[in-house]
């Protein structure tokens, strides 16, 4: 569905991205790890057109994604950005509407508000729905979101046309009840012919749902696999500077990563 390759993003003379290839399809779930300031989310902004790439090419089920009018490419591709924030006093519904703007001439149906309504639904944030939208706790807000996200991408999903899902970082708020929540449904759209790609810092969620993962480390990809390929100590090691022990998790087919205790005397150890 969507394929990069050799991505490289400049700026100034920093290399913020660096010759980084890959394919998002329909069916899998793909997650990139790395530390801050890896590159992860300049990648990713390439991928939406949000960034300019200096190098390297985007296609879109075969097209350039430079050639392809927004309006069609938002019916096919939602995105939600790290701490996306809103300026204006919408409610909760209002948000959720907003990923039905593609599909929509100007003014919205019964349809798209019965669709938005199932999908905060879905979410498990229809309490939410009158709620003034940035009133709402940060958790939330990213439930709307992807609420949304799910309204706009509904139609494909309900024919069962490939589409894609991008997000940066879409758990950072959530509990643990939620972050499984959202990464369950995830998963379940992954198997009906969307293409996810998601950027994530908890290295256990991506070892439990993602089908591959890219590492990256100083703008390139480190480490391309599924979770058993690159969820080595070795390579987990290398690319975020910390000591793991990774097991085989006692319940699922995956790995389990623990952060070894950091030996090394802090600062506070002086005062
Ligand atoms: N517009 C910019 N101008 C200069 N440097 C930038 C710009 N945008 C990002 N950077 C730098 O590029 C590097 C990669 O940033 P990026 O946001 O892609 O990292 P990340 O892997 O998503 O990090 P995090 O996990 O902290 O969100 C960082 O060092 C960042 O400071």
Not at 180 to 198: E, Q
Not at 200 to 229: C, S, V, W
Request: glycine residues 6%.
């Amino acid at each position: 569905m969507i394929e990069a390759k050799n991505i490289t993003v400049q700026i100034g003379d920093k290399k913020l991205v660096r010759d980084v290839s890959m394919n998002i399809t329909p069916g899998k779930f793909s997650v990139i790890l790395g530390k801050n300031g890896a590159g992860k989310s300049t990648f990713l902004k390439t991928l939406t057109g949000d960034m300019k790439k200096t190098s390297g090419e985007i296609f879109v089920e075969g097209r350039r994604l430079e050639s392809i009018q927004y309006q069609h490419l938002a019916q096919k591709r939602a995105v939600m950005m790290q701490n996306a924030t809103l300026a204006f006093s919408f409610t909760a519904l209002e948000v959720v509407l907003m990923g039905r703007t593609p599909h929509t001439h100007g003014f919205e149906t019964p349809r798209d508000q019965k669709i938005s309504r199932e999908c905060m639904k879905q979410v498990g944030v229809d309490h939410l729905m009158d709620r003034s939208f940035p009133t709402l706790s940060g958790g939330e807000k990213q439930r709307v979101q992807f609420a949304r996200m799910l309204a706009q991408l509904w139609d494909r999903i309900e024919e069962n046309s490939s589409c894609c899902l991008m997000l940066d970082e879409p758990l950072s708020s959530l509990d643990l009840s939620n972050q499984h929540t959202i990464m369950h449904l995830v998963k379940c759209l992954s198997r009906k012919n969307v293409a996810v790609l998601m950027i994530l810092h908890d290295l256990n969620l991506a070892a439990q749902y993602a089908d591959e993962i890219n590492i990256m480390k100083d703008g390139r990809t480190f480490a391309l696999g599924t979770p058993n390929d690159v969820f080595k100590p070795e390579i987990i090691e290398m690319a975020f500077d910390c000591p793991v022990h990774i097991m085989q998790h006692p319940h699922y087919q995956c790995p389990l990563v623990i952060a070894a205790k950091k030996e090394e005397k802090s600062f506070l150890s002086a005062v």
